[in-house]
């Protein structure tokens, strides 16, 4: 059973401090891992795939990246407007469905 | 591009009444939708999985004949929960997926609360 741990839970920051978002995960043959933000009441926006390790994506501030067992997602000099909760999930071959980590609750405080 | 519209966003009804949800690809086609369920502060449960023309497959613990799930194009999903009770209230969420090997992507979720 494939399987997805986000830490930390919560992570509050200055506006410009930088820091990392850790995704663990195992899976048997893995064909993605995605990040995604979600902001209250809203559902998820895709942020990035990444399909194997070693492989970096960057968007703005932030950078993901992966290895065969886990994945990051740096935030560089965040904003107040990078305050989400931010999701990995995995998906392995042979399986249609995505499994989800609980998620990290980031805040960035101006 | 890969916007998904979900509709209504917010709903509330009685106790018996039967709700359905709409749920839209509208700048490409999705060969396969989904269903999901989130509770405050949880992450994402897949209630189902169903691609255009077929029977939906439902995840382990999910009623079929409670929630319905229709998928009659390739543009559009419907979930519709039948004689809903308050546990049914949730925050229900679909994401469409163009072809196998890309990324879902979300509609922004119902709300449905049932007095």
């Known amino acids: 059973e494939d399987q997805v741990t986000q830490s930390p839970e919560a992570l509050r920051l200055q506006e410009g401090e930088s820091s990392s978002l850790n995704c663990s995960y195992t899976v048997s043959g893995l064909r993605g891992l995605f990040w995604y933000r979600q902001d209250p009441g809203k559902g998820p926006e895709f942020l990035f795939t990444l399909y194997s390790a070693g492989e970096e994506k960057e968007k703005e501030r932030l950078k993901a990246t992966l290895t065969k067992k886990e994945s990051f997602l740096h935030i560089t000099a965040p904003k107040p407007e990078d305050s989400a909760t931010y999701l990995c999930?995995?998906?392995?071959?042979?399986?249609?469905?995505?499994?989800f980590g609980t998620g990290t609750r980031l805040t960035i405080i101006p | 591009g890969a916007v998904v519209s979900q509709h209504p966003s917010w709903v509330i009804c009685k106790s018996g009444t039967s709700v359905k949800i709409e749920c839209r690809s509208l700048?490409?086609?999705?060969?396969?939708m989904f269903w999901y369920r989130q509770f405050p502060k949880q992450s994402l449960m897949l209630m189902a999985t169903s691609n255009e023309g077929s029977k939906a497959t439902y995840e382990q613990g999910v009623e079929k004949d409670k929630f319905l799930i229709n998928h009659a194009s390739l543009t559009l999903s419907t979930l519709t929960v039948t004689s809903a009770h308050p546990e049914d209230s949730s925050f229900y969420i679909c994401s469409a997926r163009r072809e196998s090997d890309q990324p879902q992507h979300f509609g922004d979720g119902t709300r449905l609360s049932i007095l």
């Open positions: 700048d490409f086609q999705a060969t396969t």
């Open positions: 999930a995995v998906r392995g071959f042979g399986n249609e469905k995505l499994t």
